[in-house]
């Protein structure tokens, strides 16, 4: 089956820093890659479409500018938490659909723990 | 617009007791609908899906589900339970040329009593 990684698997940081989480599809090439977010006992909540070469989609409520989204290459999207503060504390996730599928079958990552101290 | 709901954030059974995880869509568009397997602290798994064609799908682990057009369901189910199966589950629709995007249940927990 297709692979999704991601990196950092986990990370904490200060308040008001940003970081930044990698997506990457292994052995598949992704136009389209979708960013998770997840709170602990609660479903996953789209935020945004990443997509190759234009402007990431973002879901009603999710703050552009807060959360920047890069899809440098048709295997790569990156995920920016600008001035992350406690409440960006989460679980985050990306998925790519393969190209060639015409189901949309998707492929998780395995995801990103976030702690904002 | 497509939702999803799936009944019960928790259910619990007997090891070796029947496994039914409960999962009604709404869509505009024919759906493509999807069961994941979530284990603590990681990404989701495929269970199964259905797309076209058959309606009773069989997915790993012994799982199956059955599109019902009518009651606009996708119930997930197991013969038999494994202590092993003790998961989050979300059910999860998608559409033709809706780009792959996925929209999440609230999940399911399931617990397994030995």
Redesign the interface.
């Known amino acids: 089956g297709a692979v999704?990684s991601?990196h950092p698997s986990w990370v904490i940081c200060k308040s008001g820093t940003s970081v930044k989480i990698e997506c990457r599809s292994l052995d598949f090439q992704a136009t389209?890659m979708?960013w998770y977010r997840q709170f602990p006992?609660?479903?996953?909540?789209?935020m945004a479409?990443s997509n190759e070469g234009s402007k990431a989609t973002y879901e009603q409520g999710v703050e552009k500018d807060k959360f920047l989204i890069n899809h440098a290459s048709l295997t790569l999207s990156t995920l920016t938490v600008t001035s992350a503060h406690p409440e960006d504390s989460s679980?985050y996730?990306c998925?790519a659909?393969r190209l060639a599928?015409?189901?949309?079958?998707?492929f998780?990552?395995?995801?990103t723990?976030l702690t904002v101290l | 617009a497509q939702s999803v709901t799936q009944l019960g954030s928790h259910v619990s059974v007997s090891e070796g007791a029947l496994v039914l995880l409960r999962c009604n869509y709404s869509s505009s568009v024919p759906p493509y609908l999807f069961w994941y397997v979530q284990y603590p602290n990681q990404g989701l798994q495929l269970l199964l899906k259905y797309t076209t064609g058959a309606t009773l799908v069989k997915g790993i682990n012994g799982f199956e589900a059955e599109f019902k057009k009518s009651e606009t369901s996708f119930h997930l189910t197991k013969p038999s339970a494994h202590m092993s199966d003790a998961a989050e589950y979300f059910c999860a629709v998608s559409g033709y040329n809706q780009g792959g995007k996925l929209i999440f249940g609230q999940g399911t927990e399931l617990s397994v009593k030995p």
């Open positions: 999704v991601q389209t979708f006992k609660q479903s996953l909540m789209l479409t679980f996730i998925s659909p599928s015409s189901y949309n079958e998707q998780f990552g395995p995801g723990r």
